[in-house]
Each structure stands twice: as C-alpha cells, then as structure tokens.
T-cell receptor
Framework: GAGVSQTPSNKVTEKGKYVELRCDPISGHTALYWYRQSLGQGPEFLIYFQGTGAADDSGLPNDRFFAVRPEGSVSTLKIQRTERGDSAVYLC?????????????FGPGTRLTVL | AQRVTQPEKLLSVFKGAPVELKCNYSYSGSPELFWYVQYSRQRLQLLLRHISRESIKGFTADLNKGETSFHLKKPFAQEEDSAMYYCALEGLTGGGNKLTFGTGTQLKVEL
C-alpha cells in the first residue's frame, strides 16, 4: 500500500511569510509525528498526534509553529512569520497506534528554504 | 533529559571488512533503542530495534546498559550498506513515543 506522503517536496519562501506543510499518513494509522531535520543533524521531534489531538507538543520551538489534524488522518504543520533558521527538512511519520512496539514509517520530507 | 551520541560523522571501510557504528545514550528510564537507515535518495526507514534481538541485512546491535551503548555491527560490509545510519531512543516520559535521534554516521563501503 501507499506509504506516508508529504507535500510539497520543496518549499521556498521569504522571511516573514506563512507556510503550510502537509502530511498524509498511512491509512488507518492513528499516531502521527512531525520531526525537523536541520543540516548535519538527526531528526528532532516536534509534535505527536494520537487521533485528532496533539498528545505531545513539547518539541515545537515557539508559538510560530502550530499543527493540526482535524479528522485524525491528514495533518498540516503551520509556520507563521518564517525565519531563516526555520530552513530544514520537515519529516512526518505515522505508526499504527502509537504503542512502543509500533514502527514509525517516515515520509520523504518537505525541504523548506527561507530566504 | 534523553540524549543519543554518535561520535563518528563518517566511517569508511573496505568491502568485506567488519563494521561497527557507535551509539551511546543517556536516559534515566528503561530505553527502547533503534537503528534507522537512509539510503541515497530514499526515506528514513527502520533497520532494527533492540527488543527484537534480530539480525537485519546482516546487522546486529546489542544493548549494553552498563556502558549505555547500542553499537551497530556487521561482520562483512557490502557495497549496498553505504548509507546514513541514525541511532534513536524512544522515550515514554511526557507522553507519546517520540524518538530522539543522534546526529548520524555516514557509512561508506569502498571496493
């Protein structure tokens, strides 16, 4: 079946603009994660959804970052007033139920460049 | 706080040579540890997890709680093993099964 998909694959924006990044998880997966990977670093946790609710948003760096998952499937990561430091690859992952025995399946990522 | 350290950014070995990718962790509870791999132009994918105690593509990893290590090993490197490898720790504190990743080691297998 289809894996996790993310759109767009690349996004270039100007400092101060607003962007939305979309994630389509594997069908039926209730757990959804967002990570951010800066150049030369490993992925860094941002937020975890269980169904429609954000169960853990401790990784969001500040209040410019917000994510939603209104119907428990597709999720959108929203970044307001983008800064050059937001440039990174944003990864989405999903797992069947969020249990520790579940495998997290990653999407291809969205490369965000803030000029 | 939980932390994963991969001391080598790049590891270069010859085909047929043994491989060991180092990973150390810091975590106050009982950790769940993983190795993820990213081949060129592919997405990040799970290679193995310590609770499975299995060998995947000839790779094994043993959790050493005394040394807080989870090194990835393979006795004979193959060209197709060239990839970026990330060690990760799953923390259950604070809710969710979020992963904490190391900075990764680029493995290059030379002919």
């Amino acid at each position: 079946g289809a894996g996790v998909s993310q759109t767009p694959s690349n996004k270039v924006t100007e400092k101060g603009k607003y962007v939305e990044l979309r994630c389509d998880p594997i069908s039926g997966h209730t757990a959804l994660y967002w990570y951010r990977q800066s150049l030369g670093q490993g992925p860094e946790f941002l937020i975890y959804f269980q169904g429609t609710g954000a169960a853990d948003d401790s990784g969001l760096p500040n209040d410019r970052f917000f994510a939603v998952r209104p119907e428990g499937s597709v999720s959108t990561l929203k970044i307001q007033r983008t800064e050059r430091g937001d440039s990174a690859v944003y990864l989405c992952a999903s797992s069947a139920s969020g249990a520790s025995t579940d495998t997290q399946y990653f999407g291809p990522g969205t490369r965000l460049t803030v000029l | 706080a939980q932390r994963v350290t991969q001391p080598e950014k790049l590891l270069s070995v010859f085909k047929g040579a043994p491989v060991e990718l180092k990973c150390n962790y810091s975590y106050s509870g009982s950790p769940e540890l993983f190795w993820y791999v990213q081949y060129s132009r592919q997405r990040l994918q799970l290679l193995l997890r310590h609770i499975s105690r299995e060998s995947i593509k000839g790779f094994t990893a043993d959790l050493n709680k005394g040394e807080t290590s989870f090194h990835l090993k393979k006795p004979f490197a193959q060209e197709e093993d060239s990839a970026m490898y990330y060690c990760a720790l799953e923390g259950l504190t604070g809710g969710g099964n979020k992963l904490t990743f190391g900075t990764g080691t680029q493995l290059k297998v030379e002919l």
